[in-house]
């Protein structure tokens, strides 16, 4: 079947003023220096479904965690504990979490970042103690080395005396 081109189509065409140029609503010429959006209103906000954050400039608002210090005594029973056994089993850990009012796992959070801790710690002990046995071999190598300049000093001196002495010999052999 071939198409009738008389034919005008039955739906009503919207006139268009633009010329084929599609127009990019977020397109800026300048990065960076677009229109901020307003901040939402708690009309807005009350909108949002459960689960979802209120994130404001990439930051959480800080009020809703804020984090709990330790009491003196919590951080005395869980230091005097640290220094029985540095590791943490499961039972060790809820006779503990009970002993200072604690959830087991603020426990296991507290026992890692103190072995973190103690760990930075012991590396920067055992690097003092590698710097001065460097520090005292780099003296003595130095030491060392002064000598082996002396020594060498003499050396050449010696063979240059006896060079010039057996010169000498050969000298006096050659007249008689």
Request: net charge positive; aromatic share 10%.
């Amino acid at each position: 079947m071939d198409w009738d081109w008389s034919i005008r189509p039955s739906a009503p065409q919207a006139e268009s003023s633009y010329s084929g140029f599609l127009y990019n609503f977020n397109y800026t010429p300048y990065p960076g220096m677009g229109v901020k959006q307003p901040a939402m209103t708690e009309g807005e906000r009350q909108g949002l479904t459960p689960g979802m954050d209120i994130v404001n400039n990439g930051k959480q608002e800080q009020q809703q965690k804020r984090k709990k210090r330790l009491t003196s005594k919590q951080v005395e029973s869980l230091e005097k504990s640290f220094e029985k056994e540095k590791k943490l089993d499961a039972d060790r850990k809820m006779k503990l979490s009970k002993e200072v009012g604690l959830p087991p796992r603020q426990v296991a959070v507290w026992f890692q970042n103190r072995r973190a801790r103690w760990k930075a710690k012991q590396l920067e002990h055992l690097y003092d103690a590698l710097k001065q046995d460097f520090d005292a071999m780099y003296k003595e190598k130095q030491k060392l080395q002064e000598e082996v300049t002396i020594l060498k000093a003499m050396l050449r001196r010696e063979e240059s005396r006896t060079t010039q002495e057996s010169a000498d010999c050969l000298q006096t052999w050659g007249r008689t």
